[in-house]
């Protein structure tokens, strides 16, 4: 296999050809896919949006310390976002979930709790993001319940699915929309759907996220897009990539969870990401 810097040579210099050789190992061969993101990250390349897209394959790979370990890089680097506070936050609540860590729970609550209190401006719905994922975390972890945390915004609230979309460059405006089983699009311009979807509010200048939930969801299948308006921003691995996380019976005991990643090169009407079955055999 050859190392990141000579795959680099061989396609123009570019990162995101590493990256795309990353997550196409990491599903068939996740030690080797490892290798290859911690040569990328070891040959020095320190762009935050790089950091990200690493963190967020190696943590759908599992592999959570070198996840974490990234993201704590992006968070020294970017404390004044509220999504590098949540995307670290994420990644420890996995771990904690896995090995039962309190500590890795009480962090990952202290981090969502700060970035829920941000100021409200360019990031859309972050801070009511972020308490829906604290209070699934507090429903498993209770003693990791911040100490100033308000207990009137304390409520689990689990539903049947739940939709998030991030995206790893900032100034950027990608847009959620999710064709229910019904046939109807819930978006922005469509906030609440006629079955109970709802959309987050539009977040045109950040990092999102978005988010759709639905409390029941009708059987039927569920098509998650995107409508990329464009970048103010280039990084090292393009204009922007998305990742759209979609759980089905979120905050629940049998709660499951799939990541689904888009590198988008030029704005786009609409851009199919992936679809959820629900209730279909």
């Not at 500590?103 to 829920?116: G, K, S, T």
């Not at 906030?191 to 759709?212: K, W």
């Amino acid at each position: 296999m050859c190392s990141s810097d000579l795959l680099r040579d061989a396609h123009g210099g570019s990162p995101a050809f590493v990256l795309d050789c990353a997550g196409f190992l990491l599903a068939r061969d996740a030690a080797l896919g490892r290798r290859v993101l911690t040569n990328l990250i070891e040959d020095g390349l320190d762009d935050a949006a790089l950091l990200r897209q690493a963190a967020w394959r190696a943590a759908e790979a599992g592999a959570l310390d070198d996840a974490i370990a990234w993201l704590e890089r992006v968070l020294a680097e970017r404390p004044d976002e509220p999504q590098s506070h949540r995307d670290l936050a994420l990644a420890l609540a996995d771990r904690a979930r896995r090995s039962g860590s309190a500590d890795d729970a009480r962090r990952a609550a202290a981090l969502l709790w700060e970035a829920a209190r941000f100021a409200p401006g360019r990031f859309g719905d972050v801070d009511l993001i972020c308490l829906m994922e604290l209070n699934a975390l507090l429903d498993r972890f209770p003693a990791a319940t911040p100490g100033d945390f308000d207990s009137r915004l304390r409520r689990n609230l689990p539903c049947d699915l739940r939709v998030v979309l991030a995206w790893d460059v900032d100034d950027t405006d990608v847009d959620l929309h999710l064709r229910q089983g019904d046939g109807e699009t819930v978006s922005f311009r469509n906030p609440r759907s006629r079955i109970g979807g709802l959309v987050s509010a539009d977040c045109t200048m950040g990092f999102g996220p978005e988010e759709y939930l639905l409390r029941r969801a009708p059987d039927g299948s569920y098509e998650v897009l995107c409508h990329y308006y464009g970048s103010r921003q280039q990084g090292l691995i393009g204009p922007a990539t998305i990742t759209a996380t979609v759980f089905t019976r979120w905050g629940g005991a049998d709660e499951q969870r799939q990541r689904l990643t888009l590198r988008l090169d030029r704005p786009h009407d609409l851009v199919r990401i992936g679809a959820i079955a629900v209730g279909i055999a």
